[in-house]
């Protein structure tokens, strides 16, 4: 009967057990407004309807005895929410490492620009809806009156 009793306290020592919970999986809010798939970063963003493109370019000019060298970095980005919604954003940085023109020229031309957004829509096969901005950087050399300042309906509207 000893032994018995030593075989069960020893058997009841060594086993495991497992409390499995009953009650039903509840779902939280959360669950309904995220995405969980392979797809999507951090549930909201689809990574697949996303495309950037990067560019980069460097110029130099010289004239009349002063000289300018430009650096511009443009990040192009668009994310398309449906097959006939998109959203576009140009962004550049813009920097002079080298200048003739002074330090308030270089400092006035250089920094980060928002060159474009649009917003494309197509409601129906052959016509198109945009909403878009674009902004033309302008230094403060054109706004004195030393040269002439980019106008985009130069041409379109008559000469400005």
Same mark, same amino acid.
């Given at each position: 009967?000893?032994? %018995?009793?030593f075989l069960m306290v020893? $058997?009841?020592?060594?086993?495991?057990?497992?409390? *499995?919970?009953?009650?039903?999986?509840?779902?939280?809010?959360a669950d309904g407004m995220?995405?969980?798939?392979? &797809?999507?970063? %951090?549930?909201? $963003? &689809?990574?697949?309807? $996303?495309?950037?493109?990067?560019?980069?370019?460097?110029?130099?000019?010289?004239?009349?005895?002063?000289?300018?060298?430009?650096?511009?970095?443009?990040?192009?980005?668009? @994310?398309?929410?449906? &097959?006939?919604? &998109?959203?576009q954003v140009d962004a550049?940085?813009?920097?002079?490492?080298?200048?003739?023109?002074? *330090?308030?020229?270089?400092?006035?031309?250089?920094?980060? @620009? %928002?060159?474009?957004?649009?917003?494309?829509?197509?409601?129906? *096969?052959?016509?198109?809806?945009?909403?878009?901005?674009?902004?033309?950087?302008?230094?403060? $050399?054109?706004?004195?009156? @030393?040269? #002439?300042? #980019?106008?985009?309906?130069?041409?379109?509207?008559?000469?400005?």
């Open positions: 009967m000893k032994k %018995l009793l020893l $058997f009841a020592c060594t086993a495991f057990a497992q409390f *499995k919970d009953e009650s039903p999986i509840k779902p939280s809010i995220i995405d969980q798939s392979p &797809d999507f970063v %951090l549930g909201l $963003f &689809d990574a697949s309807k $996303f495309s950037m493109h990067h560019s980069y370019s460097l110029s130099y000019t010289s004239g009349g005895g002063n000289a300018m060298a430009l650096g511009v970095y443009t990040n192009s980005m668009m @994310y398309r929410f449906a &097959d006939n919604l &998109d959203v550049s940085l813009v920097q002079s490492p080298y200048s003739t023109l002074g *330090k308030n020229f270089q400092n006035s031309i250089s920094g980060i @620009y %928002l060159n474009r957004a649009a917003i494309n829509y197509s409601p129906l *096969k052959n016509m198109n809806i945009s909403i878009l901005y674009q902004h033309f950087p302008e230094s403060s $050399f054109y706004n004195r009156g @030393y040269g #002439y300042g #980019y106008s985009p309906f130069y041409g379109v509207l008559g000469n400005p």
